[in-house]
T-cell receptor
Framework: DGGITQSPKYLFRKEGQNVTLSCEQN?????MYWYRQDPGQGLRLIYY???????QKGDIAEGYSVSREKKESFPLTVTSAQKNPTAFYLC?????????????FGDGTRLSIL | RKEVEQDPGPFNVPEGATVAFNCTYS??????FFWYRQDCRKEPKLLMS???SGNEDGRFTAQLNRASQYISLLIRDSKLSDSATYLC????????????FGSGTRLQVQP
């Protein structure tokens, strides 16, 4: 079955530590996205990538980094510079990133501070 | 003003009721609109796209009013399984930054 796989499902970060969230898709989609969701709030865009080896900052990119070395993979690193990382992180993809295309989501990673 | 605004609810309705949610958006240039459903502690899932002429999918009807910049979702004959948060989603421009998500309206269908 085609889909988006995020791992791990739960992640704990210590102070001063960088952690990396995995996102893999086998939908052959060009565009991939990372969002953060805080309780009772909407999704906020962290980074997005329309094509391999290219990515752009979203609304809340500070304290995060990404890479897009392969079409199917778009890992997100939460760095120690992100002072409030506790949230639900969602990865999404769409065929080409055109604005009339809905996005499809992985089942998310919950990150907490130890 | 938020780009996409929704009444957070919760809307508590009995089974079988008809319920409607509205969502307003601020960018008059927006062209693409969607409703997503999100269950508690799960990822959002596409419920339906919203087309200019309005569209229906079973018990769900979506409408777009460009002049007033709002979209609506009508759910008829509510089921217990409809209990979820419904997210209004709008594209922010024709560029690459794609979609803006509302904070959602929570629906609780009661037996």
């Amino acid at each position: 079955d085609g889909g988006i796989t995020q791992s791990p499902k739960y992640l704990f970060r210590k102070e001063g530590q960088n952690v990396t969230l995995s996102c893999e898709q086998n939908l052959n989609h060009d565009a991939m996205y990372w969002y953060r969701q805080d309780p009772g709030q909407g999704l906020r865009l962290i980074y997005y990538s329309q094509i391999v080896n290219d990515f752009q900052k979203g609304d809340i990119a500070e304290g995060y980094s990404v890479s897009r070395e392969k079409k199917e993979s778009f890992p997100l690193t939460v760095t120690s510079a992100q002072k409030n990382p506790t949230a639900f992180y969602l990865c999404a993809s769409s065929p080409t990133g055109a604005s009339n295309q809905p996005q499809h989501f992985g089942d998310g990673t919950r990150l907490s501070i130890l | 003003r938020k780009e996409v605004e929704q009444d957070p609810g919760p809307f508590n309705v009995p089974e079988g009721a008809t319920v409607a949610f509205n969502c307003t958006y601020s960018n008059s240039a927006s062209q693409s609109f969607f409703w997503y459903r999100q269950d508690c502690r799960k990822e959002p899932k596409l419920l339906m796209s919203v087309y200019s002429s309005g569209n229906e999918d079973g018990r769900f009807t979506a409408q777009l009013n460009r002049a007033s910049q709002y979209i609506s979702l009508l759910i008829r004959d509510s089921k217990l399984s409809d209990s979820a948060t419904y997210l209004c989603v709008v594209n922010r421009d024709t560029g690459r930054r794609a979609l803006t998500f509302g904070s959602g309206t929570r629906l609780q269908v009661q037996p």
